[in-house]
């Protein structure tokens, strides 16, 4: 009985723990997201000539990102843009911008 109640404090507790992480990913994901939001407008949902960015699927917003940042794709402010993001900024904002509708 007693070791039942120890194991289930452990789980629980760590229940807790990955919900805690989950939370302060997705703070961080908002966070580094809000710097789009001037030229590509709020949640990425663009009111005039900046392409909309929201709903788009993770996978190609983190191809652009990547592409430039590494040149690949050409750009006027967005290779310079990209280039203060690390791989895993990178996909925590393309996991983040594919969720919002
Ligand atoms: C200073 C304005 C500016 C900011 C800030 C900005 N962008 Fe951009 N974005 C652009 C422009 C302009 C383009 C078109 C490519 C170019 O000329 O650089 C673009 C293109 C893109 C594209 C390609 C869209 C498509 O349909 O092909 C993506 C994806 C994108 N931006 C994501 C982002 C994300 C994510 C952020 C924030 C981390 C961001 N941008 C911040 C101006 C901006």
Same mark, same amino acid.
């Given at each position: 009985?007693?070791?039942?109640?120890?194991?289930?404090?452990?789980?629980?507790?760590? %229940?807790?723990?990955?919900?805690?992480?989950?939370?302060? +990913?997705?703070? *961080?994901?908002?966070?580094?997201?809000?710097?789009? #939001? $001037?030229?590509?407008?709020?949640?990425?949902?663009?009111?005039?000539?900046?392409?909309?960015?929201?709903?788009?699927?993770?996978? %190609?917003?983190?191809?652009?990102?990547?592409?430039?940042? +590494?040149?690949? *794709?050409?750009?006027?402010?967005?290779?310079?843009? #990209? $280039?203060?993001?690390?791989?895993?900024?990178?996909?925590?904002?393309?996991?983040?911008?594919?969720?919002?509708?």
């Amino acid at each position: 009985m007693q070791r039942l109640l120890i194991l289930s404090l452990i789980l629980l507790s760590s %229940f807790a723990y990955a919900v805690e992480v989950r939370a302060s +990913e997705i703070t *961080r994901a908002v966070m580094l997201s809000n710097s789009c #939001a $001037a030229c590509h407008g709020t949640d990425g949902n663009s009111p005039g000539a900046m392409p909309s960015i929201n709903g788009k699927s993770a996978q %190609f917003i983190s191809r652009a990102l990547l592409d430039f940042r +590494e040149g690949k *794709r050409e750009a006027t402010v967005m290779g310079r843009h #990209a $280039a203060g993001y690390s791989d895993d900024e990178i996909a925590l904002i393309a996991d983040y911008f594919s969720t919002l509708p």
